[in-house]
């Protein structure tokens, strides 16, 4: 006797009623493309401000299904779609840091503290975000981050410093050391797998051919 159909899997993600339409987008065209890209389908219950997450069909790997929700969330949090679609390539993530965590949820404090993290102009938070190549939301309590796990890792230690009063030019400091430190990590692991190439090469030019 054969078993019982397994349920699909499914994410459920929970979304602020004012982010739905951005999920959605204009004609559907976000929620479409999303489905596309992972072979998931997206079902938006306005009713509960959920997304439900499923896969298409039979094989779709579980890390689709992810990407797919990260996506959601990236925009939940905030980013616009073009930028929350970054989160399906194979190496970024998304990283939040809850403000409440750090300073409390007194909103003059809330007001201060995002207002550090910004800058004037916007200037802090796009400095951090060309240093380490990520992108960056400031919500009304959290600071949403997408990128690489290192540089994503690296803003999000800034962010936290200047929440806790950090001068930016001490912040900006600490991440010019990470980020060196990063760059050399790199250089190593390239340097590795060119040298892993070319001793399997050589080792294929060595083989014998019967």
Wanted: proline share 5%; glycine share 8%; aromatic share 6%.
């Amino acid at each position: 006797m054969s078993g019982a159909a397994q349920p699909r899997p499914r994410i459920y993600v929970k979304i602020p009623p004012d982010r739905l339409g951005a999920v959605i987008g204009v004609d559907g065209e976000v929620k479409k493309e999303i489905m596309r890209r992972t072979g998931t389908v997206i079902t938006v219950d306005t009713e509960n401000s959920m997304v439900i997450i499923e896969p298409e069909m039979e094989g779709v790997p579980p890390v689709n299904l992810m990407k797919a929700a990260e996506v959601v969330k990236a925009i939940a949090y905030g980013f616009p779609p073009e930028k929350a679609f970054r989160l399906l390539d194979e190496d970024q993530i998304l990283v939040i840091v809850d403000l409440k965590h750090i300073v409390g949820d007194k909103e003059n404090h809330l007001k201060r503290i995002k207002g550090r993290i910004i800058g004037e102009g916007g200037r802090a938070r796009r400095t951090i975000e060309e240093m380490t190549g990520t992108y960056i939301h400031v919500g009304d309590y959290h600071v949403a981050i997408i990128g690489d796990y290192e540089r994503a890792m690296a803003a999000k230690q800034a962010i936290e410093m200047l929440a806790e009063g950090r001068m930016h030019s001490t912040v900006y400091r600490h991440l010019e050391r990470l980020l060196r430190e990063i760059k050399r990590r790199e250089s190593l692991r390239m340097w590795a797998k060119e040298e892993l190439y070319e001793a399997s090469q050589a080792g294929a030019r060595r083989r014998p051919y019967w």
